[in-house]
């Protein structure tokens, strides 16, 4: 709706106006009245109209006046002049104001004052047509130019940029405070990446990183520049000036980091790793600074979160040879088999306590970290599935394992350890069941979404239904077809939970028919499908 304010000092007249059209019905809308001018400021600065109609002379400020006060203060706002017959100067004045046009006060009719606010009402829309059109060549514009500061500054870092005298032209082209004198670079990574993205789906992340990227911006000082790094944290260009010392200039850029550290942690409760590299020279000699600041946050897998490391401070790995040897490997699998969680967990536990006494690099940690997930895989070969599917959070934790401390390194690799286990203690795998009863569980497990019954069953393991049905039972304290139905709802529940439709879930289930898939359902999990898929949602 287009917003009118009405201005005259004539009460009766003011009246009239307002009821010579149906304004709803053409799009336009009453926002208020005034008698004079002074008045008429106070409601335009309260309702913001869109169209001004006023008065040409009127006791106190003028229409004039009035014209005079928009034109500098609102140009963006229509006006249409009601007058006399004897207003003639008046009106031309206000003409060559900007004014839309002018209306005899006493020959007003509903079409003459209707054909006047369309015009207006069309200029209005034209201007704002065009200031959409405008904002967006803008933002355009400055997309384009961000990236390619963003494009150039990458280059400076990777060392594409060899000439000086280049360096320096684009960096002008580009509005870049690069100059020939010296630098520091701040690289930082989150900590907790794999949790902090785990929480939020793809797009929730994206959207947080680009607010804490601003955030980060509106913290830093003078020309220092920020270059967003992946999605896991990000780059600061510190030039130093000519009237920097390089002590007051170290004391800058550790102040600034701090600030930057307070304002994540305030409003995002995130933190983060920082290493200050040393002096690059020049601009061209960015890449060797750069690249031993990653270094050095590399080392960060022997720290605590939240840490700043100096370039001159950077403890040196002692690089030993420590792996796992096939001892490890029978041990391990062993553990696994037998199901005793307590002893997984301190074997695991003391090899990485022996990383950290052989003090590994980063790269030659995270190659036993495959090593122990390997061993994850050749336990469930025999279960056909995988350690994604048992446990989804384990891509997270590979994602963002170059990004890992070794403490959470290790909390990634127990958990990953737990999960398997308890998912292969349904198989009987870490129970002393008698062979025809694994063998039984792992048959209904691989094929529980066909048609299969105890007979089918005991023909797989080559034995009788009857003794199996025993034995089973003594083993699991379950009946054969009781477990198939607990396993088959089990699934189901997941295929509820990934969004599957209700209609689907018998035959994906594994169930015969949706009224026993239902009544099942119900008796193991005392809700209804449908039940059961609200309070995922809700609790989602």
Not at 174 to 186: H, N, W
Not at 197 to 220: A, C, D, H, P, Y
Not at 396 to 404: D, I
Not at 497 to 518: I, P, Q
């Amino acid at each position: 709706m287009t917003k009118v304010l009405i201005v005259d000092d004539e009460v009766v007249f003011r009246n009239n106006i307002k009821e010579i059209i149906n304004w709803n019905k053409y799009g336009f809308y009453l926002c208020g009245e005034a008698s004079d001018g002074i008045s008429a400021k106070r409601e335009i600065e309260f309702q913001k109209p869109d169209i001004v109609i006023t008065d040409i002379k009127m006791s106190g400020m003028d229409g004039l006046s009035l014209i005079e006060y928009l034109q500098e203060n609102h140009p963006n706002i229509r006006v249409i002049d009601l007058s006399g017959y004897d207003d003639y100067e008046y009106v031309r004045t206000s003409l060559k104001q900007g004014v839309v046009d002018y209306l005899l006060k006493h020959n007003i009719t509903a079409s003459t004052l209707l054909n006047v606010l369309q015009t207006a009402q069309k200029q209005i829309h034209r201007a704002r047509e065009s200031n959409l059109d405008n904002e967006k060549v803008r933002k355009q514009i400055a997309i384009g130019r961000k990236m390619l500061q963003q494009q150039f500054l990458n280059n400076l870092l990777e060392g594409r940029l060899t000439d000086i005298d280049e360096a320096l032209k684009q960096s002008k082209e580009l509005s870049l405070p690069i100059y020939s004198g010296s630098m520091i670079i701040v690289v930082a990574e989150f900590d907790n990446i794999s949790t902090l993205k785990n929480r939020n789906t793809q797009g929730e992340w994206q959207v947080l990183f680009e607010r804490m990227m601003e955030l980060i911006s509106g913290n830093l000082l003078g020309d220092t520049m920020l270059i967003p790094r992946f999605d896991v944290g990000f780059v600061i260009l510190f030039p130093m000036a000519e009237t920097h010392s390089q002590n007051s200039f170290l004391r800058d850029v550790n102040a600034c980091i701090n600030q930057i550290r307070i304002a994540l942690k305030r409003h995002y409760n995130v933190t983060a790793c920082y290493s200050i590299s040393g002096y690059a020279s020049s601009p061209i000699g960015l890449k060797e600074v750069y690249e031993n600041a990653r270094a050095a946050l590399g080392e960060r897998i022997y720290r605590e979160n939240d840490v700043v490391i100096h370039d001159r401070t950077i403890p040196k790995s002692v690089c030993s040879s420590y792996c796992i040897d096939f001892h490890d490997e029978h041990n391990i699998m062993r553990l696994i088999k037998n199901g005793s969680w307590q002893d997984i967990k301190e074997y695991i536990e003391n090899i990485f306590n022996n990383i950290r006494d052989s003090g590994l690099n980063s790269v030659q940690a995270q190659l036993i970290f495959a090593h122990l997930i390997n061993l994850l895989s050749r336990a469930l070969r025999d279960y056909k599935t995988d350690l994604m599917t048992i446990y989804p959070d384990f891509y997270y934790v590979y994602q963002n394992l170059q990004q890992m401390s070794l403490n959470e390194m290790q909390q990634g690799i127990l958990n990953c350890y737990l999960n398997v286990m308890q998912y292969l203690k349904r198989f009987g795998e870490t129970e002393k069941y008698r062979e025809i009863t694994r063998q039984a569980i792992i048959y209904i497990n691989r094929n529980y979404n066909r048609d299969i019954s105890l007979n089918s069953i005991a023909d797989h393991v080559h034995t009788s239904a009857s003794y199996l049905s025993r034995v089973f039972k003594e083993d699991t304290g379950s009946g054969v077809v009781e477990y198939l139905n607990k396993i088959r709802v089990e699934h189901a529940k997941q295929l509820i939970r990934g969004g599957a439709k209700l209609n689907e879930l018998y035959m994906r289930s594994g169930f015969n028919s949706d009224t026993y898939f239902y009544m099942v359902f119900k008796n193991i999990t005392g809700k209804t499908p449908r039940e059961f898929r609200e309070e995922c949602f809700c609790s989602a």
